[in-house]
């Protein structure tokens, strides 16, 4: 299992270039499953949780096509023949985001079985919803052996209110609703870019959508859909850890190929606790670090809320600010596994149900930490940056699911990281058996 080396105490000075969103490629890639044509997403992140949906679309009987060398960001899926609409178990297992192929599947095969996701490190991942969603729009949904499986010769369109905002649930049902019979609207919908993104690519396949981006979207929807081509945004939650990465390090930072407008909330809180942060034209973010970083608090919301996906590095960073800093995690109920670890390092924090309260700053050394999920393994590599001394991350494939390339990107810009193992692959062949977020 791969680790990372990292000396901390070098400020990060350059240029650091933003991959495509994990989290707009996911959905994306199941939206391929509408047409039988091929659909070509360009600015593809070579990153894990891509290459467990590519195998998961193989299962499925789709083609997909990654090319070698250069061209590797550019991926053309073809789901003319879809003879085995099951998500099985093996690889839902490994990522929750899974789920994202239900609405689809039924929407183009009139069947789906789809292994239930079951919980994770951040909690229990319910999909209650997309299932309510389905039923409400005519499908019928047995739940046998650990697998959903959802049947209807046509969906019809309906009108949904979501109980709670889910991300990937918006995505699931749009996906279902693009080629249901009548209208559909769907009310108290996600309003993260990644939802935009996909009814952006959806619209190219000929969906007729109103309102993607806000919390109201209404479908008509259509016979059939045919293929596009699609560039996927960059990486709001990559672009925010690089800013983090520059202002913890006391460096001069600029994170190019990013959305600037995505980041707001996280623009918002970095100037609040004293980081120098400007936009440089539509594509870049300049981040400098204070003499003294100080206390500021933030709590989870969606967008366009501080990201729960941010919550872990947001909170490294205030390890280091003078002062008290209380960080409130609404979204998910267990989301607060780095903790553990940063204490390891020296940082003072208590945790009380949903809220964290850090003080500092605290000295951190070096210490071997364990990474338990995606956003807390970012959370370490951060600490460890500033932190006194050698760290060791072990399981970094955690970090492999969803930030590309990381060790190369910040050694880039002056960080001592180095991997130890096997040298991270884009098309890795081994199966993760830990459980996963998303
Ligand atoms: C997506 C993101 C993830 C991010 C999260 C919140 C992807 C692939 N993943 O995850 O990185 O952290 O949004 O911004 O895009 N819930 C239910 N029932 C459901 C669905 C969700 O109760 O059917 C609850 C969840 O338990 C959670 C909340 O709703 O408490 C939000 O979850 P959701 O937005 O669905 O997260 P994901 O889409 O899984």
């Known amino acids: ?57 193989q299962s499925m009987g789709a083609e997909v096509e990654l090319r070698e060398g250069e ?37 183009r095969a009139g069947m789906a079985r789809v292994a239930m996701p079951g919980g994770c490190a951040i909690g229990g ?31 019809r369109g309906t009108h949904l209110v979501f109980d ?32 935009g993104d996909l ?37 709001r939650i990559e672009a925010g850890t690089f800013l983090v990465a520059g202002a913890i390090t006391g460096g001069d930072l600029v994170v190019t190929g990013c959305n600037p407008e995505h980041l707001g909330a996280v623009i918002a809180k970095l100037r609040e606790a004293g980081a120098r942060v400007e936009g440089m034209g539509a594509d870049a973010v300049r981040v400098r670090g204070a003499e003294k970083l100080r206390g500021a608090d933030i709590s989870t919301e969606e967008y366009p809320g501080f990201p729960t996906d941010m919550q872990a590095q947001y909170m490294a960073l205030a390890t280091q600010a003078d002062g008290m800093s209380l960080v409130t995690e609404n979204i998910f109920e267990n989301r607060f596994m780095h903790v553990q670890e940063l204490v390891r390092m020296g940082a003072n924090i208590k945790v009380d149900g949903k809220t964290a309260t850090v003080r500092g700053p605290a000295r951190l050394s070096a210490a071997a930490v364990m990474c338990s999920d995606l956003r807390a ?3 370490l590599v951060l600490a460890a940056l500033v ?52």
Do not use: W
Not at 139 to 150: D, K, N, W
Not at 165 to 184: Q, R, W
Not at 418 to 427: H, I, S, T, V
């Open 1 to 57: 299992m791969d680790k990372f080396v990292i000396r901390g105490g070098n400020p990060l000075v350059g240029a650091i270039r933003v991959s495509g969103a994990k989290n707009s490629a996911l959905p994306c890639m199941a939206a391929a499953i509408l047409t039988e044509d091929p659909v070509t997403l360009e600015n593809m992140p070579q990153v894990r949780d891509i290459e467990t949906e590519r195998r998961l679309l």
């Open 71 to 107: 061209a590797q960001d550019r991926t053309t899926i073809c789901c003319r023949a879809l003879s085995d609409p099951v998500a099985k178990y093996e690889i839902v297992k490994t990522m929750r985001a899974s789920s994202l192929v239900l609405g689809p599947l039924v929407a």
């Open 125 to 155: 991942r319910p999909i209650d919803l997309h299932i309510k969603g389905l039923e409400q729009m005519g499908a019928a949904i047995t739940q046998e052996h650990g697998y959903l499986e959802a049947r209807a010769d046509r969906l």
């Open 164 to 195: 709670k905002i889910t991300v990937t649930g918006t995505e699931d049902l749009l996906m279902a609703a693009v080629l249901a019979e009548g209208e559909t609207v769907m009310e108290n919908c996600a309003r993260e870019p990644e939802v």
């Open 199 to 235: 009814a952006a690519l959806l619209t190219a396949m000929g969906a007729q959508i109103e309102g993607a981006g806000t919390s109201t979207m209404r479908v008509r929807g259509v016979t059939g859909l045919h293929g596009a081509q699609y560039h996927i945004h960059p990486d």
């Open 377 to 379: 393994s970012a959370s």
């Open 387 to 438: 932190a006194d001394g050698e760290s060791i991350l072990d399981r970094v494939y955690h970090m492999d699911r969803g930030y590309e390339r990381i060790e190369e990107k910040l050694s880039g810009v002056g960080a001592q990281i180095q991997r130890l193992g096997n040298l991270f692959a884009p098309r890795m062949s081994e199966t993760i058996s830990e459980k996963t977020t998303a």
